[in-house]
Nanobody, 126 residues
Framework: QVQLVESGGGLVQAGDSLRLSCAASGSSFSRYIMAWFRQAPGREREFVAVITWTGGYSDYADSVKGRFIISRDNAKNTMYLDMNTLKPEDTANYYC???????????????????WGQGIQVTVSI
């Protein structure tokens, strides 16, 4: 099993940048595909970004492509999400998640992730 803890959220203005971190403990971090999801009030949880075991492949939701960068440091058991040019519509609770799936076709689906952090709030004001 793996335990996940997010940090780095907060209140920023539109156009600002923010870095989220996800610290993992309890199991071999490099075994997991890692992802970020987010959920805004009244909306379903949605995929944001994913990165595979050694960082060789990553993918993004269209809404964040070109603005967000996902990365991981397996030596530090940590994943990151660098969020740039933030918009008010990026306001949400952000969750990191870990999956042992080997199917690339599933990695944008929240149902493939068995481990979740508690979530951290990101608020972008106008």
């Amino acid at each position: 099993q793996v335990q996940l803890v997010e940090s780095g959220g907060g209140l920023v203005q539109a156009g600002d940048s923010l870095r989220l971190s996800c610290a993992a403990s309890g199991s071999s971090f490099s075994r997991y595909i890692m992802a970020w999801f987010r959920q805004a009030p009244g909306r379903e949880r949605e995929f944001v970004a994913v990165i595979t075991w050694t960082g060789g492949y990553s993918d993004y939701a269209d809404s964040v492509k070109g603005r967000f960068i996902i990365s991981r440091d397996n030596a530090k058991n940590t994943m990151y999400l660098d969020m740039n040019t933030l918009k008010p519509e990026d306001t949400a609770n952000y969750y990191c998640a870990a999956s042992t799936t080997g199917a690339i076709s599933e990695i944008k689906d929240a149902r493939a992730y068995g481990y979740w952090g508690q979530g951290i709030q990101v608020t972008v004001s106008i």
